[in-house]
């Protein structure tokens, strides 16, 4: 059985979330050891549970160490079951990590499957909710199957609380995806959300986002957030929509920030991007590593890759044999499959 080190690389959830995908998918069961061994708070937290038992059901696996805390893990998957599923992390844990961990494998089962999550839709340790379904599934569309999602409740950390739904119609197969060029810019937008929190503080983040980029009032968006929705939250998000793809770029509120600097980064990674002219980010490119390997071809153009995105490359190689390189300088990487 394979055997992988848990601390490698950046060595946080994204090995564990990543060889969980991968053994679905392909059916090869695996040990980990030292889960998350760096981090102040090592091994299994709740939603590292959450997507281990989402794991476990979708692929009618078997395993032992599923338990909070627990720095090993052993995962024998017996064959994706499509359905329905209902996942509640019961903390602002994000939503969208448990989503990464089941949707590779369901991308190609035999029948529809629908998600519902509850818990953190928008996490600052996490893409939000808006990320996923504007910037990185309308891309997984493109590969074949369908994905339709629905935020019905946001869900902020550290309150948690949110409700999304995910309805996926399958492939036979994922085709490769291409995406060389950003093409014409066709549309920006900011938009910031508050929810249980004064709206002085999104209308000072807009006033940043208006200084630093330039953009006009047309292209601000202060959305209070009404409903159900637990606790307090803050996310200011910026959309830029080009002839190919949309990227996304967020800031989450966070107690003692300054609205200010939460846009001051905010901007200053949405400005890297459009400067740098390639079509994908950096927090893309690590969504589509996986999806990309699993079609076994295809090529993006991106801002350099993260430790957190070569760590998960070490990883994919351990259950994929598609080739992969990266090539180029730092704000402008190749990324191939296949070939």
């Not at 998600?115 to 990185?136: C, K, S």
Request: glycine share 12%.
């Amino acid at each position: 059985m394979m055997t992988i080190d848990g601390s490698q690389g950046e060595g946080g959830g994204q090995i564990l979330r990543t060889a969980l995908a991968l053994s679905l998918v392909t059916g090869t069961p695996f040990s980990i050891e030292k889960i998350r061994a760096g981090r102040r708070k090592p091994g299994l937290l709740r939603q590292h549970l959450t997507a281990v038992n989402a794991a476990v059901a979708v692929g009618g696996a078997d395993v032992d160490g599923a338990t909070l805390g627990s720095q090993t893990l052993v995962f024998r998957p017996r064959g994706v079951n499509p359905g329905e599923y209902r996942f509640a992390i019961g903390t602002a844990g994000s939503t969208g990590l448990v989503i990464q961990t089941v949707l590779p494998a369901l991308l190609t089962a035999s029948g529809p499957s629908a998600l519902t999550l509850e818990g953190g839709t928008h996490n600052p340790a996490a893409p939000p909710f808006d990320f996923l379904a504007r910037a990185f599934l309308p891309l997984i569309e493109r590969m074949g199957p369908r994905v339709a999602t629905v935020l019905e409740c946001p869900g902020f950390y550290p309150a948690g609380g949110g409700r999304c739904t995910v309805r996926i119609t399958p492939s036979a197969r994922l085709e490769p995806l291409t995406l060389l060029e950003r093409g014409e810019i066709k549309q920006r937008r900011a938009r910031a959300l508050v929810a249980h929190l004064p709206r002085q503080i999104a209308d000072r983040e807009l006033a940043v986002v208006r200084n630093r980029l330039g953009w006009s009032d047309d292209e601000l968006e202060t959305v209070v957030v009404d409903g159900d929705t637990p606790g307090p939250g803050n996310v200011l998000l910026l959309e830029v929509e080009s002839e190919h793809l949309t990227e996304i770029f967020c800031g989450f509120g966070e107690v003692g920030i300054r609205a200010e600097s939460i846009a001051e980064h905010a901007s200053k990674e949405a400005r890297r991007y459009l400067a740098a002219g390639v079509p994908v980010g950096m927090h893309l490119a690590d969504q589509l590593l996986v999806p990309l390997a699993l079609a076994g071809a295809g090529s993006f153009r991106t801002i350099g890759l993260s430790s957190h995105s070569r760590t998960n490359l070490d990883v994919i190689r351990l259950f994929s044999s598609t080739r992969i390189t990266a090539s180029g300088d730092r704000d402008d990487v190749l990324v191939e499959f296949g070939g």
